[in-house]
Protein backbone atom coordinates (compact mmCIF):
# COMPACT_ATOMS: atom_id res chain seq x y z
CA UNK A 1 0.00 0.00 0.00
CA UNK A 2 1.52 3.50 -1.27
CA UNK A 3 2.13 6.05 1.97
CA UNK A 4 0.88 9.07 2.20
CA UNK A 5 2.91 11.66 1.22
CA UNK A 6 4.53 13.47 4.72
CA UNK A 7 6.23 16.70 2.55
CA UNK A 8 5.36 18.44 -0.21
CA UNK A 9 7.99 17.51 -2.11
CA UNK A 10 6.80 13.58 -2.25
CA UNK A 11 4.12 15.18 -4.23
CA UNK A 12 6.11 15.29 -7.41
CA UNK A 13 7.38 11.67 -7.67
CA UNK A 14 4.02 10.41 -7.54
CA UNK A 15 3.14 13.03 -10.51
CA UNK A 16 5.86 12.14 -12.57
CA UNK A 17 5.03 8.35 -12.31
CA UNK A 18 0.60 9.38 -12.97
CA UNK A 19 1.67 12.04 -16.04
CA UNK A 20 2.47 11.41 -19.31
CA UNK A 21 6.47 12.51 -19.62
CA UNK A 22 5.63 15.31 -21.83
CA UNK A 23 3.08 16.77 -19.35
CA UNK A 24 5.36 16.29 -16.22
CA UNK A 25 8.33 17.84 -18.09
CA UNK A 26 5.93 20.90 -19.19
CA UNK A 27 5.22 21.48 -15.02
CA UNK A 28 8.32 20.52 -13.98
CA UNK A 29 10.72 22.65 -16.57
CA UNK A 30 12.65 25.87 -16.46
CA UNK A 31 14.21 27.74 -19.06
CA UNK A 32 17.63 26.50 -20.43
CA UNK A 33 20.11 26.05 -18.59
CA UNK A 34 17.38 25.62 -15.51
CA UNK A 35 20.22 27.84 -13.39
CA UNK A 36 17.60 29.84 -11.86
CA UNK A 37 15.10 26.78 -11.71
CA UNK A 38 17.88 24.92 -9.16
CA UNK A 39 18.27 28.66 -7.95
CA UNK A 40 14.84 29.58 -6.33
CA UNK A 41 15.39 26.45 -4.57
CA UNK A 42 18.78 26.96 -2.86
CA UNK A 43 18.43 30.16 -2.01
CA UNK A 44 16.34 29.04 0.38
CA UNK A 45 19.08 26.90 1.97
CA UNK A 46 21.26 29.94 2.56
CA UNK A 47 18.93 31.51 4.72
CA UNK A 48 18.82 30.25 8.79
CA UNK A 49 16.72 30.98 11.61
CA UNK A 50 17.13 33.05 14.75
CA UNK A 51 14.83 32.07 17.47
CA UNK A 52 13.36 32.69 20.45
CA UNK A 53 12.84 31.44 23.45
CA UNK A 54 10.53 31.24 26.47
CA UNK A 55 7.72 33.14 24.38
CA UNK A 56 4.07 31.88 24.94
CA UNK A 57 3.54 29.90 21.81
CA UNK A 58 0.26 27.84 23.61
CA UNK A 59 -1.41 29.60 20.36
CA UNK A 60 -0.27 29.77 17.10
CA UNK A 61 -2.36 32.04 14.38
CA UNK A 62 -1.47 31.94 10.95
CA UNK A 63 -4.17 33.81 9.81
CA UNK A 64 -3.25 37.19 7.98
CA UNK A 65 -5.51 39.83 5.32
CA UNK A 66 -4.72 40.38 1.76
CA UNK A 67 -6.41 43.60 0.04
CA UNK A 68 -8.93 43.23 2.35
CA UNK A 69 -10.01 39.43 2.53
CA UNK A 70 -9.03 37.24 4.82
CA UNK A 71 -7.07 34.04 4.66
CA UNK A 72 -6.30 31.21 7.04
CA UNK A 73 -2.21 31.11 6.09
CA UNK A 74 -0.83 33.67 3.96
CA UNK A 75 -0.02 30.79 1.14
CA UNK A 76 -1.78 31.29 -2.03
CA UNK A 77 -2.13 28.87 -5.14
CA UNK A 78 0.17 30.94 -7.59
CA UNK A 79 -1.33 31.23 -11.52
CA UNK A 80 -0.42 27.37 -13.38
CA UNK A 81 -2.09 26.98 -16.39
CA UNK A 82 -3.46 24.20 -18.00
CA UNK A 83 -4.77 21.76 -14.86
CA UNK A 84 -6.27 19.50 -16.96
CA UNK A 85 -3.01 18.04 -17.89
CA UNK A 86 -2.71 17.16 -14.99
CA UNK A 87 -6.28 15.88 -13.81
CA UNK A 88 -9.53 15.69 -15.70
CA UNK A 89 -11.79 18.62 -12.81
CA UNK A 90 -8.60 20.67 -13.86
CA UNK A 91 -8.98 24.17 -12.37
CA UNK A 92 -12.45 23.26 -10.52
CA UNK A 93 -10.65 20.82 -8.42
CA UNK A 94 -7.86 23.03 -7.76
CA UNK A 95 -10.26 26.00 -6.67
CA UNK A 96 -12.47 23.63 -4.68
CA UNK A 97 -9.05 22.70 -2.91
CA UNK A 98 -8.26 26.30 -2.12
CA UNK A 99 -11.03 27.13 -0.87
CA UNK A 100 -12.00 24.23 1.28
CA UNK A 101 -8.42 25.66 2.67
CA UNK A 102 -9.60 29.40 3.11
CA UNK A 103 -7.21 30.80 0.99
CA UNK A 104 -6.87 32.38 -2.86
CA UNK A 105 -6.54 31.01 -5.77
CA UNK A 106 -5.06 33.37 -8.81
CA UNK A 107 -6.78 31.74 -11.71
CA UNK A 108 -4.35 31.54 -14.85
CA UNK A 109 -4.98 32.98 -18.12
CA UNK A 110 -4.50 29.65 -19.60
CA UNK A 111 -6.28 27.88 -17.94
CA UNK A 112 -8.15 24.87 -18.91
CA UNK A 113 -11.30 25.27 -17.17
CA UNK A 114 -12.94 28.77 -18.22
CA UNK A 115 -13.04 31.89 -15.84
CA UNK A 116 -17.09 31.12 -15.27
CA UNK A 117 -16.84 27.74 -14.58
CA UNK A 118 -14.49 28.05 -11.66
CA UNK A 119 -16.44 30.90 -10.75
CA UNK A 120 -19.47 28.60 -10.36
CA UNK A 121 -17.29 25.72 -8.75
CA UNK A 122 -17.37 27.35 -5.08
CA UNK A 123 -17.63 30.48 -3.06
CA UNK A 124 -14.32 31.65 -2.33
CA UNK A 125 -11.97 34.59 -3.54
CA UNK A 126 -10.14 34.83 -6.40
CA UNK A 127 -8.25 36.78 -8.62
CA UNK A 128 -7.36 36.25 -12.31
CA UNK A 129 -4.23 36.57 -13.78
CA UNK A 130 -3.61 38.33 -17.29
CA UNK A 131 -1.74 38.55 -20.10
CA UNK A 132 -1.93 41.06 -22.48
CA UNK A 133 -2.16 40.19 -26.25
CA UNK A 134 -1.34 42.03 -29.03
CA UNK A 135 -5.13 42.46 -29.92
CA UNK A 136 -6.18 44.71 -27.04
CA UNK A 137 -9.84 43.86 -26.88
CA UNK A 138 -9.41 40.50 -25.67
CA UNK A 139 -7.95 41.87 -22.48
CA UNK A 140 -10.74 44.14 -21.73
CA UNK A 141 -13.29 41.24 -22.79
CA UNK A 142 -11.66 38.76 -20.15
CA UNK A 143 -11.00 41.44 -17.17
CA UNK A 144 -14.72 42.37 -18.23
CA UNK A 145 -15.55 38.94 -17.51
CA UNK A 146 -14.08 37.80 -14.61
CA UNK A 147 -14.74 41.52 -12.88
CA UNK A 148 -18.92 40.37 -13.59
CA UNK A 149 -18.22 36.76 -11.72
CA UNK A 150 -16.78 37.72 -8.74
CA UNK A 151 -13.14 37.91 -9.28
CA UNK A 152 -11.43 40.08 -6.38
CA UNK A 153 -7.99 41.53 -8.34
CA UNK A 154 -5.97 41.23 -11.49
CA UNK A 155 -2.61 39.98 -11.69
CA UNK A 156 -1.10 41.39 -14.61
CA UNK A 157 1.97 39.43 -15.63
CA UNK A 158 4.96 41.93 -17.02
CA UNK A 159 7.71 38.94 -17.88
CA UNK A 160 6.57 37.45 -20.35
CA UNK A 161 6.84 39.53 -23.64
CA UNK A 162 7.86 36.47 -25.58
CA UNK A 163 8.09 32.52 -24.49
CA UNK A 164 10.92 31.57 -22.56
CA UNK A 165 13.14 29.01 -24.37
CA UNK A 166 12.10 25.40 -22.53
CA UNK A 167 14.10 22.84 -24.44
CA UNK A 168 12.03 20.19 -22.57
CA UNK A 169 9.09 21.43 -24.53
CA UNK A 170 10.51 21.51 -27.89
CA UNK A 171 12.26 18.55 -27.82
CA UNK A 172 8.70 16.89 -26.64
CA UNK A 173 6.45 18.99 -29.33
CA UNK A 174 4.37 19.85 -26.84
CA UNK A 175 1.20 20.30 -27.49
CA UNK A 176 -1.27 22.34 -25.21
CA UNK A 177 -4.91 21.83 -25.74
CA UNK A 178 -7.10 24.54 -26.39
CA UNK A 179 -7.40 27.81 -24.23
CA UNK A 180 -11.49 27.93 -23.45
CA UNK A 181 -11.20 31.76 -22.51
CA UNK A 182 -10.34 32.72 -25.44
CA UNK A 183 -13.00 30.75 -27.39
CA UNK A 184 -14.83 32.84 -29.94
CA UNK A 185 -12.51 35.32 -29.33
CA UNK A 186 -8.84 34.47 -31.16
CA UNK A 187 -7.83 31.32 -33.39
CA UNK A 188 -5.85 29.10 -31.09
CA UNK A 189 -4.99 26.49 -33.96
CA UNK A 190 -1.04 27.15 -34.40
CA UNK A 191 1.12 24.95 -36.85
CA UNK A 192 4.76 24.23 -35.49
CA UNK A 193 7.30 21.76 -35.93
CA UNK A 194 8.21 22.41 -32.00
CA UNK A 195 6.09 23.54 -29.25
CA UNK A 196 3.16 25.09 -30.01
CA UNK A 197 3.28 27.01 -27.36
CA UNK A 198 6.75 28.48 -28.19
CA UNK A 199 4.85 29.39 -31.79
CA UNK A 200 1.27 30.15 -30.00
CA UNK A 201 2.93 32.71 -28.12
CA UNK A 202 5.01 34.69 -30.78
CA UNK A 203 2.03 35.01 -32.32
CA UNK A 204 -0.06 36.71 -29.64
CA UNK A 205 1.63 38.25 -26.95
CA UNK A 206 2.51 41.67 -26.95
CA UNK A 207 5.57 42.55 -26.62
CA UNK A 208 5.16 46.47 -26.72
CA UNK A 209 3.75 46.34 -23.43
CA UNK A 210 5.27 49.13 -20.93
CA UNK A 211 4.68 50.96 -17.80
CA UNK A 212 2.58 53.46 -19.49
CA UNK A 213 -0.36 51.08 -20.49
CA UNK A 214 -0.77 50.46 -17.23
CA UNK A 215 -2.84 53.76 -16.96
CA UNK A 216 -5.19 51.96 -20.16
CA UNK A 217 -5.53 48.59 -17.72
CA UNK A 218 -6.57 50.63 -14.63
CA UNK A 219 -9.76 52.60 -17.11
CA UNK A 220 -10.80 48.98 -18.13
CA UNK A 221 -11.33 47.98 -14.12
CA UNK A 222 -12.31 49.04 -10.80
CA UNK A 223 -10.34 45.70 -9.68
CA UNK A 224 -7.16 46.11 -7.46
CA UNK A 225 -4.27 45.45 -10.02
CA UNK A 226 -1.05 43.22 -9.34
CA UNK A 227 1.89 42.86 -11.32
CA UNK A 228 3.75 39.62 -11.40
CA UNK A 229 7.77 39.56 -12.44
CA UNK A 230 9.20 42.35 -10.43
CA UNK A 231 12.97 41.49 -9.42
CA UNK A 232 14.09 44.97 -9.21
CA UNK A 233 13.72 47.66 -6.91
CA UNK A 234 13.63 49.95 -9.93
CA UNK A 235 10.48 48.50 -11.15
CA UNK A 236 8.81 47.67 -8.03
CA UNK A 237 8.80 51.94 -7.59
CA UNK A 238 7.72 52.48 -10.89
CA UNK A 239 4.47 50.01 -10.34
CA UNK A 240 4.12 52.10 -6.97
CA UNK A 241 4.18 55.24 -9.24
CA UNK A 242 1.62 54.16 -11.57
CA UNK A 243 -0.60 53.22 -9.13
CA UNK A 244 -0.69 49.76 -8.89
CA UNK A 245 -2.00 47.84 -5.80
CA UNK A 246 0.42 44.92 -5.42
CA UNK A 247 3.86 43.84 -6.35
CA UNK A 248 4.54 40.02 -6.86
CA UNK A 249 8.51 39.14 -6.80
CA UNK A 250 8.66 35.93 -9.43
CA UNK A 251 11.01 35.04 -11.99
CA UNK A 252 8.04 33.30 -13.53
CA UNK A 253 8.58 30.07 -11.86
CA UNK A 254 12.24 30.15 -13.75
CA UNK A 255 10.53 29.49 -16.89
CA UNK A 256 11.46 32.89 -18.65
CA UNK A 257 14.88 34.50 -18.30
CA UNK A 258 17.60 32.01 -17.27
CA UNK A 259 20.26 33.31 -14.97
CA UNK A 260 17.54 35.51 -13.25
CA UNK A 261 17.77 35.79 -10.03
CA UNK A 262 16.16 33.48 -7.53
CA UNK A 263 13.06 35.50 -6.06
CA UNK A 264 13.97 35.29 -2.88
CA UNK A 265 17.20 37.03 -3.18
CA UNK A 266 15.76 39.98 -4.39
CA UNK A 267 12.86 40.01 -2.04
CA UNK A 268 14.28 42.21 0.56
CA UNK A 269 15.29 44.95 -2.14
CA UNK A 270 11.82 44.69 -3.26
CA UNK A 271 10.34 45.30 -0.46
CA UNK A 272 12.43 48.21 0.42
CA UNK A 273 11.85 50.29 -2.24
CA UNK A 274 8.23 50.30 -1.75
CA UNK A 275 8.41 51.05 1.54
CA UNK A 276 5.18 49.73 2.77
CA UNK A 277 3.24 51.46 0.15
CA UNK A 278 1.53 48.27 -1.28
CA UNK A 279 1.40 44.51 -0.22
CA UNK A 280 4.80 42.82 -1.84
CA UNK A 281 4.00 38.97 -2.74
CA UNK A 282 6.76 36.02 -3.31
CA UNK A 283 6.35 33.52 -5.91
CA UNK A 284 9.16 31.10 -6.60
CA UNK A 285 10.59 27.90 -4.41
CA UNK A 286 8.29 27.24 -1.57
CA UNK A 287 8.50 23.23 -0.76
CA UNK A 288 8.48 23.87 3.16
CA UNK A 289 6.66 26.00 5.35
CA UNK A 290 10.14 27.40 6.87
CA UNK A 291 10.75 28.68 3.44
CA UNK A 292 7.00 30.40 3.88
CA UNK A 293 8.76 31.66 7.06
CA UNK A 294 11.28 33.01 5.10
CA UNK A 295 9.74 35.21 2.77
CA UNK A 296 7.80 36.42 5.68
CA UNK A 297 10.75 37.46 7.62
CA UNK A 298 11.93 39.48 4.77
CA UNK A 299 9.08 41.16 3.95
CA UNK A 300 6.53 39.24 1.81
CA UNK A 301 3.11 39.38 2.64
CA UNK A 302 2.12 36.01 1.48
CA UNK A 303 3.98 33.47 -0.87
CA UNK A 304 2.32 31.99 -3.78
CA UNK A 305 2.48 28.31 -4.52
CA UNK A 306 2.81 27.02 -8.18
CA UNK A 307 4.30 23.56 -8.88
CA UNK A 308 3.73 21.72 -5.63
CA UNK A 309 0.17 22.84 -6.18
CA UNK A 310 0.10 20.93 -9.62
CA UNK A 311 2.00 18.00 -8.61
CA UNK A 312 -0.97 17.56 -6.29
CA UNK A 313 -3.58 17.89 -8.45
CA UNK A 314 -1.54 15.25 -10.76
CA UNK A 315 -1.42 12.97 -8.00
CA UNK A 316 -4.28 13.30 -5.96
CA UNK A 317 -6.90 15.43 -7.69
CA UNK A 318 -8.82 17.98 -5.35
CA UNK A 319 -7.36 16.06 -1.99
CA UNK A 320 -3.87 16.72 -3.28
CA UNK A 321 -3.73 20.24 -3.43
CA UNK A 322 -5.64 20.46 -0.56
CA UNK A 323 -2.86 18.38 1.02
CA UNK A 324 -0.12 20.34 -0.40
CA UNK A 325 -2.00 23.65 1.34
CA UNK A 326 -2.23 21.64 4.88
CA UNK A 327 0.82 20.23 4.99
CA UNK A 328 2.65 23.82 4.17
CA UNK A 329 0.18 25.25 6.47
CA UNK A 330 1.02 22.60 9.53
CA UNK A 331 4.49 23.26 8.95
CA UNK A 332 4.36 27.33 8.94
CA UNK A 333 2.59 26.55 12.54
CA UNK A 334 5.55 24.49 14.19
CA UNK A 335 8.04 26.94 12.48
CA UNK A 336 6.27 29.89 13.94
CA UNK A 337 5.75 28.33 17.24
CA UNK A 338 9.77 27.05 16.93
CA UNK A 339 10.99 30.38 16.46
CA UNK A 340 8.97 31.99 19.06
CA UNK A 341 6.16 33.76 16.92
CA UNK A 342 2.58 33.14 17.64
CA UNK A 343 1.30 35.41 15.25
CA UNK A 344 2.47 36.59 11.37
CA UNK A 345 2.48 40.08 12.42
CA UNK A 346 5.37 38.84 15.57
CA UNK A 347 7.63 37.21 12.48
CA UNK A 348 10.39 39.70 12.01
CA UNK A 349 13.23 40.50 10.04
CA UNK A 350 15.48 40.06 13.07
CA UNK A 351 14.03 36.22 12.96
CA UNK A 352 16.03 35.52 10.01
CA UNK A 353 20.21 35.70 8.73
CA UNK A 354 21.21 36.02 5.16
CA UNK A 355 24.28 34.29 3.90
CA UNK A 356 25.97 37.24 3.70
CA UNK A 357 25.18 38.39 7.12
CA UNK A 358 26.68 34.90 8.66
CA UNK A 359 30.30 35.85 6.26
CA UNK A 360 30.25 39.24 7.94
CA UNK A 361 29.54 37.71 12.03
CA UNK A 362 33.10 36.13 11.13
CA UNK A 363 35.00 38.81 10.13
Not at 126 to 151: M, S
Not at 191 to 205: I, R, V, Y
Not at 241 to 268: C, F, K, W
Amino acid sequence: MEQEPVKVEEFEELARRALPKMYYDYFRGGAEDQFTLKENIRAFQRITFQPRILVDVSSINTSTSLLGHMIEAPILVAPTGMHRLAHPEGEVATARAAASCNTIMVLSFTSNCTIEEVAASCDAVRFFQLYVYKRRDIAAELVKRAERHGYKAVVVTGDAPKLGRREADIKNKMVAPRLRNLEGLLSVEVESGGSNLQAFASQTHDDSLSWKDMAWLKSITSLPILIKGVLTAEDARKAVEVGLNGVIVSNHGARQLDYAPASLSVLEEVVEAVAGSVPVLFDGGIRRGTDVFKALALGAKAVMVGRPVVFGLAAKGEQGVRRVVEILKDELELTMALAGCPTIDAISRSHVRTEQERLRSFM
